[in-house]
């Protein structure tokens, strides 16, 4: 949610938030007016909880669930679990980047519009009523059994 806000309100100018949250008071600008206004009232992509983006009855067919943080392991974990065995080495270990020699999200993982949203983290959820806010806005990733998030 963090990145979202860095991403969709800090960095943009007020467009994506017009075209995208329409009833949302366009002079939102500080993180906790995001999470007090935009989350409650807007359901983007960018910041809806986890555990609401499909149908609660698809949760249970779900047994791999990768983390942005780690994408690289994630993703070479993935594929060493599909069929045929050698899924990783036959479409993940190379063939990527710009020259075609990379491995799947080996080099440069970070999204062209990344936000460095990690290294801010303590800064943005110094405030314990803000770490309170995320953890009710998100209580259903939390209490979720399928995604295993950590408060």
Known sequence: VLSAYLD???RKDASYMQRHCPNVPSNVTTWIQFLESVVRQCPDP??????????????????????????AQDAKCLLDRLSPPDAWSKYGADGWGRHGNESMFGKNTQATHSTHSSALMEEYFRDPDVDRLVEELYASDYSSKFLGLQK
């Open 8 to 10: 969709k309100v800090q």
């Open 46 to 71: 960018h910041w809806k909880p986890q555990s609401q983006r499909m149908d609660a009855v698809l949760w249970p067919l779900i047994n791999f669930v990768g983390h942005f943080e780690n994408l």
